[in-house]
């Protein structure tokens, strides 16, 4: 469904041009659900909008593709990208508050990303598929709720109205950007599992970008860990919880509070990653994670490593890689 090739993206700043994304190539199937996790900073959320070329004007798409089937969206002009935007590939944001318009209604708003690809529909109809949508995501009291501005919902509510505008057009493909971020551990819950029930409900193709791997678990089928604009591993969600290759992968995993720990009387202390993710990675040679990685050698300095597969269907971007037999 999805195919992205090679994809390097730059932000042009006052210092100059940087790269955020540096050759990034991966595939995603019909009905996939697919996790993008890393530290603030190693490019998730700009792949995500590079997808639907929503990145902001100071971005540069210096290379690469990126197919929705059998269509390049990169070289679409905005006019034929907008009747794709929202009908057949939609995104949850992370802040709902910031992407929800506050001078209107909920409903308003979801009736206009209705109207904006189905221009013809009647009000009576329309009017029902708002109360439908909101009903179908948990939202109490559609016909009093669609009346109702952001502000006055709670940050849970709110994103659940965004779920409802992004599904409303049964899309083939939802990204959904640190859609739980903003919200407390017991609403967090419960826009995970609301997630889960739409995707079976819709069968829908989820690309769910995230930094916290607790949340990737039970929800994707595949994991993909960025670092420093490039990807450093991908296989399946088990595999990367029971077998990490990559010490970043490594590190991000031993980083989760276990609840044993928590519940018991002498918790153990979190595991930290020393340092911090640069700037910017341009003009770098040897290992991306170098800094900060347990296991690095001299020998990681002298090249930047390819993306190998040591395991069947399981990929690293390492020269000493973890749980390879």
Do not use: W
Request: proline share 6%.
């Amino acid at each position: 469904m999805l195919d992205i090739y090679d994809l390097t993206v730059s932000y042009a700043t006052a210092e100059g041009v940087h790269k955020a994304l540096d050759g990034i190539s991966l595939s995603i199937d019909r009905g996939e659900s697919t996790g993008i996790v890393g530290e603030s900073g190693s490019g998730k959320t700009t792949l995500g909008l590079s997808i639907l070329k929503l990145l902001p004007s100071n971005a540069l798409y210096d290379s690469g593709s990126v197919k929705f089937g059998d269509t390049e969206l990169l070289s679409l002009p905005d006019r034929t990208l907008r009747r794709i935007r929202g009908k057949h590939i939609s995104m949850v944001f992370q802040d709902p508050l910031a992407s929800l318009d506050p001078l209107f209604t909920v409903g308003y708003q979801i009736s206009e990303a209705v109207r904006a690809h189905t221009p013809g529909i009647k009000r009576p109809e329309l009017e029902q598929l708002v109360l439908t949508m909101f009903e179908d995501v948990g939202l109490p009291e559609p016909a009093q709720t669609r009346h109702k501005y952001p502000h006055e919902l709670s940050g849970g509510m709110r994103q659940r109205v965004m779920l409802a505008i992004a599904l409303v057009h049964k899309p083939s493909l939802v990204i959904a950007d640190e859609p739980t971020t903003a919200l407390d551990v017991t609403i967090q819950a419960q826009i995970l599992d609301l997630l889960k029930y739409e995707k079976k409900h819709y069968d829908l193709t989820l690309l769910l970008i995230t930094h916290d791997l607790g949340v990737t678990e039970e929800l994707v089928d595949r994991l993909i860990v960025m670092y420093g604009g490039v990807i450093v591993e991908q296989a399946r969600t088990d595999e990367v919880f029971s077998r990490p290759h990559h010490p970043y992968t490594k590190a991000l995993l031993m980083a989760i509070p276990e609840l044993t720990d928590i519940a018991s009387n002498s918790p153990q202390r979190l595991s930290a990653i020393p340092g911090s993710v640069r700037p910017h990675y341009d003009h770098y040679v040897g290992c991306r994670f170098y800094d900060r990685c347990a296991y690095r050698t001299k020998e990681c300095l002298d090249r930047d490593p390819d993306l190998t597969e040591y395991t069947p269907g399981h990929t690293a971007r390492c020269i000493h890689p973890l749980n390879v037999s």
